[in-house]
Every structure is written in C-alpha cells, then in structure tokens.
C-alpha cells in the first residue's frame, strides 16, 4: 500500500477526534480573550497618548518605553514610524527599539528566504513526479518540503517578519518528529524495497500527539500570540523543553537506524556502486544537521548563551535542499535507486591524464566490441587489470574511459552487461525451468547474492519476480 494512502487513512482515523478537539480549543480561547481585562484594554490608547506626549516633550525614554508597551499590546507596528517620532529619532533606544520590531533586509534573510522557497519548489517536482517508483520521490520530497518551511519560517525571526506575521508562531513546529521517518523509510524502500505496512502508522504518533498538542497555541487568538512575541523572553510554549529533546532523542534512534541501513547495504555491495556515494552524501547530511540541532536546541533553552548557533543547522538545511536540488535537475533516477550517480570526485581524477579525445573515443570503442561481440564480461575472473590489458591500454586509462563515456565506473559497467545478458537467458522459455544460479554463473557472477543484488538493482526486480511477470504476460 503506498504511503500517502496509509497517511490519508492515519488522518481520517484521528479525524473526528481533531474536530472535536479544535472545536474545544475555539471555545476556550475565545472564552479567554473575551475574558481580558477590561482595564487593561482600555489602557492601550494611554500607552499611545503617552509616548506621543513623552517624545513631543523630548522624553526619549518615557516615550519608548510607552511606545513599547503599546506595540506590546496591540502589536501595530504602524506607530513605529519616525514621522511621529522625529523629536526623538536619533535617541538610541528609540533607534534600538525600531531595529528589534521593524522588518529588516539582510545578505542572510534573503538567502533563507531563497532558500526555502527553492526548497519547495523542488519538493514539488519530486511529490508530483509520475514513475513507478513515486513513493521513494514522494518520501524525499516531503523530507526536502518540511526541511524548506523550517528555513522560512526561521527567515522570519531575521527579518522580523514575525512581528507582522504572528499566526506563523510554532508553525514549523508540528512536523519536529517526521525528519526522522521520512528518511529512514525513504532508505528502506530504496535498499530494501520495502512495502508499507498497517504497523507502519506508528511512526506517526509522536508527530499526531504533537499536533494535538499544538492546536490549541495554533487556535489562540491574534492578540494572544502578539503578546507572546513582544514579550522577547519567551518564544517557548509550555513543555518546549520536553519537545525539543523529544526531536533530538527521534533524530538519534532514526540516524542510527538509517546508518544501519546504510552500512549493511554497503558492506553487502560487491560491485562498490556508486549509488552508496548518494547514500553516503545524504547520511553525512543529516548526521551534520544532528549536530547542528543539538547546538541550536541549547541555545533555545538558554543553556548556552550563544545566538549564533542557531544558524549551522539552518547552513545544513541550505546544503541539503541545495544538494538534492542539484541531483534532482541531473539525475532524478537516483531518488529510486536506478541509476548511479557520479563521483564529483571524477571531475578531478583524470585531470592530469594524457589520454587525448581521439584515443580515448578508440579504446570505448574497442571496449564496445570486447563487451557485446567477445562478451568478455562473462569471465567471472575479470578485473579491470584484465580488461586494460585486454585493451592494451593502462589501468588507469581503462578506468577514465569507462567513467567519462559510460558515467559508471568498473563493476558497474560489466554487472550492467551480465544482467542484460541474464535476462536474455530468463526471457528464453527453454531457460525459465534453470536454476537461477546456473544463470548467474553462465553470465560471469561468482556468487547468487551478487547476482540478486545487481539484478534488482538495474531490472528494479528480483530474478524470481522477472520470471514471475514473464509467466504472467
């Protein structure tokens, strides 16, 4: 069953439950901003009496800290202006004042804003993108779509956007819990080819309980969330703290699992593709982002008194939607596993070579005739020594060939060639009845589990279920 069906049915289970809770959380806060006090409300216009009063008598100080209370109140930023203020716009408290409440344009501001927009213009293209594997795209794309909403909704604290803004508050913070699985099964669908299951629903109840949670600050009304804005000391809702470990203690466990995953498939990968170097790349990401949470989460609890943390996780969120950005335009295949994606390390290893484009055209050719009239790839001895002395060329050389002309590099090129040949053989009816192994040995592989794994790697199948589907046509 694909995912998004299982999450459609996650949010119709709770569905009257959310209603109900909703409806409840209206009541209260309505109740709640009814039930201000009277007194104070209608000590909103004396806060903007008296600081226009306090600045025409040249009062800085008395007419700022009126003035902020005021903003404080009703958050209308309006009144900030220095037209009002013009007695006093060379105060520094007045300007200090200005500088923490008026929207700002910043270097970093404008690439966060970039950025995350960036980011959810790719997570669309990935979501809406039709293949047969559309889940693994879907499961990146939502992973990259949260990751770019943190980014905006981050920009709007460098920007002071928030101000004017106060219904984003906590915005970013419902899908805390869903970095983790997102990634981690968008692995196993790759590696494993895993198929969702019922069970698979409870990786969602941190984030449904969280969301439950957060409905009623959501519900607030907008008087309500000012207030907590202005209040500068405490952007935290009750039980942040709680929230905030509870996301470092998912990532943890998920980064575990997904460097697990990871590991395993690498150490069983005989052919050394370079589809681990995509995994790898996204792994060392997140892992980054781990560390960078961290240290943004101290900060956010006061621990450590360093504002400035809180900007390398963002820095790693810019990497990784710019990185999946990037592989998303050059090779979407990669998302699900097919096609392998080259070692920008290749862009520089064969700098200083001697091979010139005439030779180099030679010997693919040369080696075009070696694979598909010699068929020398089902010599289950080949190495790519064997195979430049064959070409009667350099190891090296033969190596630089393969990858510039083929983008693969050695084991992939020849496993490519014995699984096409493989399937040939599969496709013969007079073969369908052979062990799997025979065919395998016959093609050039050593063992049955390099031979497995390679298959399903290029055909998106396993030897047994292509023999299935031919049976069924």
């Given at each position: ?250 990532l943890t466990i998920y980064g575990f699992l ?46 450590v008194p360093v504002s400035e943390l809180i ?163």
């Open positions: 069953m694909p995912v998004f069906s299982l999450y459609s049915i996650c949010f119709k289970s709770f569905g009257k439950g959310l209603l109900w809770l909703c409806c409840f959380a209206i009541i209260l806060t309505n109740a709640s901003a009814q039930a201000l006090d009277g007194e104070a409300r209608n000590a909103v216009p004396n806060y903007k009496e008296q600081a226009l009063q306090s600045a025409a008598a040249g009062d800085a100080e008395a007419a700022t800290e009126a003035l902020e209370k005021y903003l404080s109140a009703t958050g209308d930023l309006t009144l900030l202006n220095d037209h009002l203020f013009a007695s006093i716009k060379e105060d520094a408290a007045y300007t200090h004042l200005k500088a923490h409440y008026l929207p700002k344009l910043s270097l970093l501001g404008v690439l966060y804003i970039l950025a995350g927009l960036f980011g959810v213009f790719v997570s669309i293209m990935l979501f809406f993108r039709r293949t047969k594997k559309s889940v693994t795209y879907r499961l990146m794309g939502a992973f990259v779509l949260f990751h770019s909403l943190f980014i905006l909704h981050l920009s709007l604290y460098v920007t002071n956007l928030q101000y004017s803004l106060p219904h984003a508050l906590l915005l970013s913070t419902t899908f805390s819990f869903l970095y983790g699985p997102l990634l981690y099964f968008y692995f196993k669908r790759v590696i494993l080819n895993y198929t969702f299951r019922w069970s698979d629903l409870l990786h969602l109840v941190p984030s449904v309980g969280l969301f439950l949670y957060i409905v009623p600050f959501y519900l607030l009304p907008e008087i309500s969330k000012v207030e907590i804005l202005f209040s500068r000391t405490d952007y935290l809702m009750p039980g942040a703290v709680w929230i905030i470990f509870g996301k470092i203690l998912s997904i460097y697990r995953l990871y590991e395993k498939n690498r150490s069983a990968s005989k052919e050394h593709s370079s589809q681990a170097l995509w995994q790898r790349n996204i792994v060392a990401i997140y892992s980054s982002y781990v560390v960078a949470y961290i240290a943004y989460a101290l900060v956010l609890v006061k621990w900007h390398p996780q963002i820095v790693v969120m810019i990497v990784l939607v710019l990185y999946i950005s990037y592989v998303t335009y050059n090779q979407p295949e990669v998302f699900a596993g097919k096609t392998s994606l080259p070692d920008p390390g290749n862009l520089f290893k064969y700098k200083k070579s001697r091979l010139t484009d005439s030779l180099s055209e030679e010997l693919k050719e040369e080696l075009l005739r070696l694979l598909e009239q010699e068929e020398v790839y089902k010599d289950n001895s080949l190495s790519l020594q064997k195979l430049a002395e064959l070409l009667e060329t350099s190891r090296h050389s033969a190596s630089q060939v393969i990858n510039q002309h083929f983008q693969m590099n050695f084991y992939e090129l020849i496993n490519s060639y014995r699984v096409r040949a493989a399937m040939q053989l599969l496709e013969s009816e007079a073969n369908q009845q052979r062990n799997i192994i025979d065919i395998a040995y016959e093609v050039g592989f050593n063992n049955k589990v390099s031979f497995n794994k390679s298959f399903k790697r290029i055909a998106a199948t396993t030897p047994s279920q292509f023999i299935a589907s031919l049976s069924q046509s």
